[in-house]
């Protein structure tokens, strides 16, 4: 039994150890992404102009072409410091858990003095309800895996799939936002309502035809005819949509991060089975030795 205890308790360790791999990983990776997403944006956003709508793109004055760019820069340089603090909402969503329980300490503690005024001194001090709070507000995953071993598995595959949701929204959000800034400045038709560009943007990639063009997408829809005619027609949109695929074939930087993130993944599912299989034998152990302890002879 002592031997199974010290393996699972290596095991724990090489989990929690793995979570500070899997941050250290994920902030360098984040960082380049911001920036290839930023560029990307930009790129796309060129091509929708001049190659998707260049008749409207010339048809705004200086000013507006300027006005556009610079929305265009603004939201590139926004997303470069999105994606890198998805690691910091980790802390705020813990912080946010934990917003009550400090009223209520602070309650609690109000209380107990007015009540037992004179045992102050078995009261804790503000030191060490301040290390108390840090500790629950412990941004990292790899804190969370120490403070709860026995769940150390469940709550890194929970922390990383919150992690990659993060990163598709983000990406779509952006790919939203770029769309409805084309849209405000006339460069993507006005026909086109803002509702399907911003479905446009979240589609799966097998719905809609890829142009060939990286992050652009053309969709076919229905408008009402122009002039005295009401009949519809089909008429082709062109928009923003980036793909984290996309992005990351474009950029080399990012090629090294995916593929250590990749290897941690698989070392993570080698210490799950073997963390899983030294629970079992340890329940075996102690179901064992339950009977026989509770074992007599007549």
Same mark, same amino acid.
């Given at each position: 039994?002592?031997?199974?205890?010290?393996?699972?308790?290596?095991?724990?360790?090489?989990?929690?150890?793995?979570?500070?791999?899997?941050?250290?990983?994920?902030?360098?990776? !984040?960082?380049?992404?911001?920036?290839?997403?930023?560029?990307?944006?930009?790129?796309?956003?060129?091509?929708?102009?001049?190659?998707?709508?260049?008749?409207?793109?010339?048809?705004?004055?200086?000013?507006?072409?300027?006005?556009?760019?610079?929305? !265009?820069?603004?939201?590139?340089?926004?997303?470069?410091?999105?994606?890198?603090?998805?690691?910091?909402?980790?802390?705020?969503?813990?912080?946010?858990?934990?917003?009550?329980?400090?009223?209520?300490?602070?309650?609690?503690?109000?209380?107990?003095?007015?009540?037992?005024?004179?045992?102050?001194?078995?009261?804790?001090?503000?030191?060490?309800?301040?290390?108390? !709070?840090?500790? !629950?507000?412990?941004?990292?995953?790899?804190?969370?895996?120490?403070?709860?071993?026995?769940?150390?598995? @469940?709550?890194?595959? @929970?922390?990383?799939?919150?992690?990659?949701?993060?990163?598709?929204?983000?990406?779509?959000?952006? +790919?939203?936002?770029?769309?409805?800034?084309?849209?405000?400045?006339?460069?993507?038709?006005?026909?086109?309502?803002?509702?399907?560009?911003?479905?446009?943007?979240?589609?799966?990639? +097998?719905?809609?035809?890829?142009?060939?063009?990286?992050?652009?997408?053309?969709?076919?829809?229905?408008?009402?005819?122009?002039?005295?005619?009401? @009949?519809?027609?089909?008429?082709?949109?062109?928009?923003?949509?980036?793909?984290?695929?996309?992005?990351?074939?474009?950029?080399?930087?990012?090629?090294?991060?995916?593929?250590?993130?990749?290897?941690?993944?698989?070392?993570?599912?080698?210490?799950?089975?073997?963390?899983?299989?030294?629970?079992?034998?340890?329940?075996?152990?102690?179901?064992?030795?339950?009977?026989?302890?509770?074992?007599?002879?007549?």
């Amino acid at each position: 039994m002592n031997r199974i205890d010290q393996e699972l308790a290596a095991l724990e360790e090489a989990i929690t150890h793995l979570a500070k791999e899997f941050q250290t990983t994920y902030s360098n990776y !984040l960082t380049f992404l911001g920036q290839c997403v930023g560029q990307q944006l930009i790129m796309a956003a060129y091509r929708i102009c001049t190659q998707g709508y260049p008749e409207s793109f010339l048809n705004l004055s200086v000013n507006s072409r300027q006005q556009l760019q610079q929305s !265009l820069r603004k939201l590139a340089q926004e997303t470069q410091q999105q994606l890198p603090s998805l690691l910091k909402q980790w802390q705020e969503s813990r912080s946010a858990t934990t917003d009550d329980l400090d009223q209520d300490l602070d309650q609690d503690s109000d209380q107990d003095f007015d009540q037992d005024s004179d045992q102050d001194s078995e009261m804790p001090s503000s030191t060490e309800d301040s290390r108390f !709070l840090n500790a !629950l507000r412990e941004p990292s995953p790899a804190a969370e895996l120490t403070s709860n071993p026995r769940n150390s598995i @469940e709550k890194l595959e @929970e922390w990383l799939k919150h992690l990659e949701s993060g990163i598709t929204k983000t990406i779509q959000d952006v +790919s939203v936002e770029t769309n409805r800034i084309l849209h405000k400045s006339s460069i993507i038709p006005d026909k086109f309502p803002q509702e399907i560009l911003e479905a446009a943007a979240k589609v799966e990639a +097998s719905a809609v035809e890829t142009a060939e063009s990286p992050n652009i997408i053309k969709i076919m829809m229905e408008t009402k005819g122009d002039g005295e005619t009401d @009949e519809s027609r089909l008429t082709r949109i062109i928009a923003i949509k980036l793909r984290l695929s996309e992005i990351e074939f474009a950029d080399p930087n990012l090629t090294p991060g995916r593929k250590k993130i990749r290897d941690l993944l698989a070392k993570m599912s080698q210490l799950k089975r073997e963390y899983y299989k030294k629970q079992r034998q340890k329940a075996v152990a102690q179901a064992e030795a339950a009977w026989r302890a509770s074992w007599f002879d007549d």
